[in-house]
């Protein structure tokens, strides 16, 4: 077969990155999450006991993991269709024949986008300030009380989740953006003889076409948000009272700080195991409505 | 009485535009806001009401950086990361993107399947064990070890393998009846073509390696090879109080990306699609 020898040669360097960077501690992962390897064990390899499932058994025994999952599913739930429907309605803007300048405002409204994630959680922790930020101002001058952001566990979490909508939304408005622009015009020529008015015309024609876009997007922010971390360590530490500890923060801890890198394996494998039970629920939710 | 049809749509022009206008006031106010806080003096922005722009525009906040918290070091470093990520990945993905679009060999198809399939796992299940090993190895506490991950990947893979396939197999069937070895083609003919999706690559690898947070926070401990993000994470911590020093120490690493996106946005673009967008 032709340039059989040189295909091998050229994708072997990147495969053996992968391969032995990626796929082996994979695996390492799982029989390590079954040991309880320790700061003990870090400073002499002798020091590993195998314990089965032991980590799996004692962290669904523990009620600070499950605050962790809590804290992450919160997050999920209230961040990812409000990022959504930010995306959607910047797309259906930007997509307006009416619209002017689109190139600047596509600019415009994707930069939070590229900016790195530490330098806009540190900005975004001085806007949410009690006393000195500008949302808490703002807000006041329009009559409502401040609140203190990321003080008090009830809105610490909900704060994060602005953040993030800000961050984020961009990405899927382009991807939205793309969606809106395959939609055949003669769809919605057909909706407005019908008399549809625009209202009918996005229900009807706009959101039953980008439904499989819309479903790939939705698998996309939910599996991104579930790995929420650098915005709680940046801006909260996961406090207050734990109210912002993620799962992969609980692993950094558990990991990075207390050097329990067996038990923070048990916790990436059940985040991962998380990650897939969402999917499949969207999954199965989209099958059921004949989107997927 | 209806409104005109005119008058209809002229409103509708006004709102659609004017939430626009407010929608990237919102994108933007944050990064103008940092941008105008980084020129107050010290301890100026901690003053009620909040103010929007400084008083007497002054660097105080930049000098203290460089001067006292060795920002030039971690924006040396930063540069040098992310320059090498980006060379690294170039040199990786690009031979096997093309590999796996345009070279018969065995298991070509079953391999490329396998490695979409392991997209789904989240890279965070391979950071403990992969900590470990570069730590036997003697890459933790090193730039190395922050290196290896970025320097190969599925993503970049398959973004160079999509664009590959357009490559018509005739002209490099030609250079072969030609006489002409395989890695003579890929430098003379493919390379060539595959100018613009590198552009993309690249310019993803590097906007990845420069942003990148919890893999260079566990891999380096020795703060003087600390990166940007890794070093505002740390002074975030320690200087809470000081609004100008921060929001300066932003601007510095928050500016690069955002200048090199501005510059190249289509390529961003296409990339960010075709990630997407798959098949």
Known sequence: MRGGGAGWAFVAPALAIIGVFFFAPVAAAFALSLTDFDIYALADLRNIRFVGLGNYGELLANP?????????????ILG????????????????????????FFRTALFAPVVTTLVATAVIWRYLLHTRYGLIDAAMGAIGVAPIDWLGDPRWAMPAIVLFAVWKNFGYNMIIFLAGLQTIPEDLYEAARIDGASAARRLWHVTLPSLAPVILLVSLLTFAGYLQLFAEPYVMTQGGPARSTVSVLY????????????????????????????????????????GVA | ?????????????????GLLVLGAAIALAPLLWMVSVSFMR????????????????????????????????????????ASAATALSLLFNVMAGYAFAKLRFAGRDRVFQFLLGALIIPGQVAMIPLFLMLKALGLVNNFGGVLIPAAAGVFGIFLVRQYALSIPDELLEAA????????????????????????????????????????????????????????????????????????????????????????????????????????
Not at chain 1, 269 to 280: D, E, N, R, T, Y
Not at chain 2, 1 to 16: I, N, T, Y
Not at chain 2, 46 to 74: E, I, K, N, T
Not at chain 2, 197 to 223: C, E, H, K, R, Y
């Open chain 2, 1 to 17: 009485m209806k409104p005109s049809p005119e008058l209809r749509s002229a409103a509708a022009g006004l709102a659609v535009n």
């Open chain 1, 250 to 289: 609980f692993m950094y801890e558990q990991g990075f700080k207390w050097w329990n890198l067996g038990m923070a394996s048990a916790v990436a494998f059940l985040l991962f195991a998380l990650m897939l039970a969402v999917s499949m629920v969207q999954l199965a939710v989209a099958r059921r409505r």
């Open chain 2, 176 to 279: 072969r009846v030609d006489g002409a070895g395989e890695f003579r083609i890929f430098r003379s003919i493919v390379l060539p073509a595959l100018a613009p999706i590198m552009v993309t690559l690249a310019t993803f690898s590097f906007l990845a390696a420069w942003n990148d947070f919890m893999w260079p926070l566990i891999v380096l401990s020795d703060d003087r090879l600390y990166t940007l993000p890794v070093a505002l994470a740390s002074l975030a911590r320690e200087h809470v109080q000081d609004s100008e020093l921060m929001m300066a120490g932003a601007v510095v690493t928050v500016l690069p990306v955002l200048l090199l996106f501005v510059v190249l946005q289509r390529y961003y673009i296409r990339g960010l699609l075709a990630g997407s967008v798959k098949g």
């Open chain 2, 42 to 81: 010290p301890g100026e922005a901690d003053s009620f009401p909040p103010p929007l722009l400084p008083r007497a525009p002054s660097l105080a906040a930049y000098r203290d950086l460089f001067a006292h918290h060795g920002m030039g070091r971690y924006f040396a470093n930063s540069l040098f990361l």
């Open chain 1, 64 to 76: 600070l993991f499950w605050q962790a999952v809590g804290n992450t599913l919160y997050f999920v």
């Open chain 1, 80 to 103: 990812v269709p409000l990022s959504i429907c930010a995306s959607l309605g910047a797309a259906l803007l930007l997509d307006s024949r009416l619209a002017r300048f689109k190139a």
